[in-house]
């Protein structure tokens, strides 16, 4: 029978304390950024406020740019899959089918909610964590991330994560409401004389949670390492992976931990001027020897000889002030490589190409290179989930059912069919990331329009997910029955010559007609063209009886028209595909009316598609 108390040779506590003690400066400063992002510096920096005013008077910047940054990598990336070569359709269906069941895994996770918290944390305190866990309930894999505040891990020299642990505070009344069956041993403790004690249930203890290559465990340090709940790790690996901001002095480092003290400096400024300028107002008043009254308040009146000499003792703010306040508010933004534009605009005088990347190209930077290190941690922990669901699943067969790329799917797989041994994954946020989604297409569609790139690579690097295979059967499709509707179009444009010849137009008129009143009845375009070109229907009721008495089908004429091109069957003038247009493809007055505005977007761009006239 197993103990719920880890043993002495595990020793955890003493593990867990001995990272602690090698993160302590670390700590430190998270600490401080913690209350600088929740309002509260004033908690540690206390000699910086005033009795009148105990809180910040200036708006918390690094909050805001945070907020802002995380909000751009909160999206997830595009998720790709490969299986063998890729060349065979077998290799694409299964690459496809994984590509479902990865997104499925973030679906039953809600990474897309957790996702804007790792990404703060990311960019706030220089690392985040997320790592994966087997859901027995529900036979899934599922991604977790966990705050950055209170998490220790080692790593090997190649940056993967030996072991985590992370510590946070719970009252004993909800981690016994958690773990009933252990609430006893909970509830009690040992003081130094070796009493035992029933404590309070608005204490609280520190609950530590441990992953490691072999087991995941939550222990209670306070009640002799209490193991709360623990499951083997079956793959062998620690599932854990933490993302980390580059830097070169061996610990992590948040992107705002030197803009605290120039935040603060500008709360201080911002305080001092705010009470020079309320003195300024309050400022004693001056007035000649010859007044022995003294009136205040409004329409008050002073009896003097030498009116002009009575005013308030000026007390004025230097400009140096005002001065050192924009100068830190630079700061700010030169520590952030926050550009101005992106809060207040851009002037006139630098929207030109050259300005505007001079302008956000720093932030754009950090934006691609943030992408880069999250879409590589998510990409490794969805090869653990893949490894998981084979190892732990692996003949169980499952569904899932869900949207990726805007497509619907309903899938059925078995992990070690499906999946097999290979758990590559790649995610991308394609290589436009950190451009605005506007810049994006439009640098897409100039390499596109110089046949640097395929319609493929387009759509995979657009910036919204849409599914490529998918996208691309829809198009045929679409096409296709333009290609149709243009061929009525043609065979319309074309009685006219008939007429003229002798010919009976009726059974073109017939046939677009039958297709007029389908699709008025919700009948399939592609079948109502069926139907409306079926012999019966051309030759309509008459041609049936002169058939049913010996005369025989009409025989078809041969040759061109009068007035109708030879090749094409269409009136002189309309080259194939335009049927239905002016002549030579004119563009219709929605076209003109868009060419003719007198707008000027900073960013423009057009895709025209003619051919050339007969």
Known sequence: MTTP????????????????????????RMLVMGLVRQGKPEVLFEDLFSDTWRKPIVANFIHTVAQEQADLLAPLPALSCSVGAMKSDADKRRAATRNK??????????????????????????????????????????IRTMPSVGTYFENDRF???????????????????????????????????????????????????????????????????????????????????????PNMFGEPIGNYDQLVWVQLAR???????????????????????????????????????????VRRVSLEVPNSAFALEQTLEQELRLGARYPEGRATGMDASVITGQ????????????????QAIIGNCL???????????????????????????????????????????VYTVDVSYGFAAGLSPNAAVVMLLQLRGDGLIDRSTVRRNMPFAIDDEAMQRSMDVEQTLD????????????????IAQGMDPLPAFRAAAHVIKDRRNGKDLAQAFIDAFAPDVLAGPQAKEQEQAGAGPAQASTGALPGQDS???????????????????????????AGMRNGKPQLDAAVSRRLPTA
């Open 355 to 370: 300005g505007v990347h001079a302008l956000m190209g720093s932030f754009d930077a950090q934006i691609a290179s943030a």
């Open 483 to 498: 290609a149709l509707k243009q061929g009525l179009g043609g065979l319309l444009a074309s009685t006219g010559p008939m």
């Open 267 to 309: 709360h201080r400024i911002a305080l001092l001027s705010l009470e020079a300028g309320v003195k300024a107002v309050g400022a004693p008043l001056a007035v000649p020897r010859d007044v022995s009254e003294l009136a205040v308040g409004p329409d008050a009146v002073i009896v003097t000889e030498s009116p002009e000499k």
């Open 567 to 593: 090749l094409t069957g269409l009136p002189e003038g309309t080259v194939p595909g335009q049927a239905g247009m002016g002549a030579g493809g004119a563009p219709d007055l929605q076209t003109l009316i």
């Open 101 to 142: 069941i990865g997104t499925h895994y973030m679906r039953e996770s809600n990474l897309s909610v957790f996702m804007h918290s790792f990404a703060d944390s990311l960019m706030t305190y220089g690392f985040a964590v997320m790592y994966a866990e087997p859901c027995y309930e529900s036979q899934l894999p599922k």
């Open 5 to 28: 108390f880890a043993t002495a040779e595990n020793g955890l506590t003493k593990r867990v304390r001995r990272m602690q003690r090698a993160a302590v400066e670390r700590d430190q």
């Open 159 to 245: 940056g993967n994560t030996l072991r985590l642990a992370h510590c946070y505070k719970e009252t004993v009344d909800k981690i016994a409401s958690m773990f009933p069956q252990y609430a006893p041993l909970i509830r009690t403790k040992v003081d130094d004389f070796g009493n035992r004690q029933v404590c309070s249930g608005e204490e609280k203890l520190e609950v530590v949670q441990w992953i490691d290559d072999t087991r995941w465990c939550l222990f209670l340090p306070d009640r002799g390492d209490l193991i709360l709940a623990s499951f083997e790790v079956k793959t062998g690996k620690c599932p854990v992976r933490v993302a980390e901001l």
């Open 379 to 421: 990409a490794r922990t969805l090869e653990f989930c893949f490894e998981t669901d084979v190892k732990v699943w692996p003949n169980t067969r499952k569904r899932v059912v869900g949207q990726v790329n805007g497509e619907p799917y309903d899938v059925t797989y078995t992990p070690s069919k499906d999946i097999g041994d």
